[in-house]
């Protein structure tokens, strides 16, 4: 038997799953259907959010937040390290534009205009989990901070990191460094730099890591050797609860970067592609 459009709601909330074709929504043709069940389950969901938070309040430390100075003092040792002065502004132009605080006042828009559903799905799971609501589904994952094409979207929660190694916004936004291409904030392309960062696809999440970790040990360390003392406490510590991040390099690429005089750029090159598997130009004929 085919789904009811109740049936696909339901599916949809419990499990951010949805049938790409939108059959249980009636329609004389495709895009109707389309346009029907695309429009009823982002109701749903905002509906069940709703019902999740109404008596729930928002932090209001957390909603007085100037979003782009806090954004900017937490990206900006980031942007330094890792660009030249004359691609900064660029750069930090684009990360304070990238941030989206998920507030009262923000989180229905963002449930209904982001581009995919399952994105969406996501997103109010990060509302919730943030104001330490009830979740759509029991399975669904603990975010605490959410990046996806050159958004970056944190929750209530990302403010109050658990761990003083922990920076959620600076995690996400490098993530966005390496999801952006240069000529779509202005910066001139060439043949081995298309993005604003090249990092190796198996290394991303080893590279956002790493930088949250750093930007924790520069601001909380003066010295370099303030810096290490700090790095060793990491880790005896908790290392990231991520199965793709190796605990043992990334130790070492941060052992590196406290080490080195410009630790970003010690992080870059750990996590950037090898040489052999760059673009090659084109062959002399």
Known sequence: MPETPEQATERYLRSGEHDAH????????????????DAA????????VHSRTVHIAFPETVANIDVVAFTRGKVAPMVRGLF?????????????????????ATIDAQLQNT????TAWDLANLYLGGLGADLLAEGAPGLLGLSEETSCYLSAASFDAPGRF???????????LHNCKRETIGLRETRTR???????????????????????????????????????EHERGSMPPDERVDALEYVDI???????RNGWKRILQRCSPPRAARRPGPRAV
């Open 22 to 37: 939108f059959r249980a929504w009636p329609g004389n043709d495709f895009l109707a259907r389309i346009h029907g069940g």
């Open 41 to 48: 389950l982002r109701s749903a969901l905002i509906s069940a």
């Open 84 to 104: 030249p002065a004359s691609e900064q502004a660029s750069v930090l132009d684009l990360l304070e534009r990238s941030v989206i605080l998920l507030t009262p």
């Open 115 to 118: 581009q995919l559903l399952a």
């Open 166 to 176: 922990e920076d959620f916004l600076v995690h996400e936004a490098a993530h966005i």
């Open 194 to 232: 298309e993005w604003l960062l090249e990092i190796d696809y198996g290394k991303r999440e080893t590279f956002a890591y790493a930088c949250e970790a750093y930007s924790r040990l520069h601001s909380l360390g003066d010295s370099p050797r303030g810096r290490q003392e700090l790095l060793a």
């Open 254 to 260: 941060l052992r590196e970067a406290v080490a080195a």
